[in-house]
């Protein structure tokens, strides 16, 4: 773990709230308050993928289908919020919004990547 960027001094892990708890999978933070680096989970980077069949087939929609379910919890309703996209899965029919973009036809997984790019995103 790299040391503060602002004052050096070494990260320390700090608690998570639900929201976070569910994002990333861990947190850690300066005591001088000015630095924080949060290492995000695989499974809620890069891609959107359905929280049900982990598919990653998914069709985008504008508005959400009348007829098949959607999935409604707080995680979810962040991200409509914070204006995700409504998605549709191919297989289980399941819509949920998401913040991430669809990653195409192929069943591309990058989750590699997403473990070297999360030591260097601070926020
Ligand atoms: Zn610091
Ligand atoms: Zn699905």
């Given at each position: 773990?790299?040391?503060?960027?602002?004052?050096?001094?070494?990260?320390?892990?700090?608690?998570?709230?639900?929201?976070?708890?569910?994002?990333?999978?861990?947190?850690?933070?300066?005591?001088?308050?000015?630095?924080?680096?949060?290492?995000?989970?695989?499974?809620?980077?890069?891609?959107?993928?359905?929280?049900?069949?982990?598919?990653?087939?998914?069709?985008?929609?504008?508005?959400?289908?009348?007829?098949?379910?959607?999935?409604?919890n707080?995680?979810?309703?962040?991200?409509?919020?914070?204006?995700?996209?409504?998605?549709?899965?191919?297989s289980?029919?399941?819509?949920?919004?998401?913040?991430?973009?669809?990653?195409?036809?192929?069943?591309?997984?990058?989750?590699?990547?997403?473990?070297?790019?999360?030591?260097?995103?601070?926020?």
């Amino acid at each position: 773990m790299n040391p503060c960027p602002d004052c050096r001094k070494k990260l320390t892990r700090v608690a998570r709230g639900p929201f976070q708890r569910m994002a990333y999978r861990r947190i850690y933070a300066c005591p001088c308050g000015r630095s924080r680096i949060a290492e995000p989970r695989p499974l809620y980077s890069l891609v959107a993928r359905c929280p049900k069949c982990s598919r990653t087939v998914l069709r985008r929609r504008h508005e959400r289908d009348r007829i098949d379910p959607i999935l409604r919890n707080p995680f979810r309703l962040l991200q409509m919020l914070l204006g995700g996209n409504l998605y549709h899965c191919q297989s289980c029919r399941l819509q949920f919004h998401d913040l991430r973009s669809r990653s195409g036809d192929q069943e591309s997984d990058s989750d590699v990547e997403v473990e070297s790019e999360s030591t260097r995103s601070t926020r």
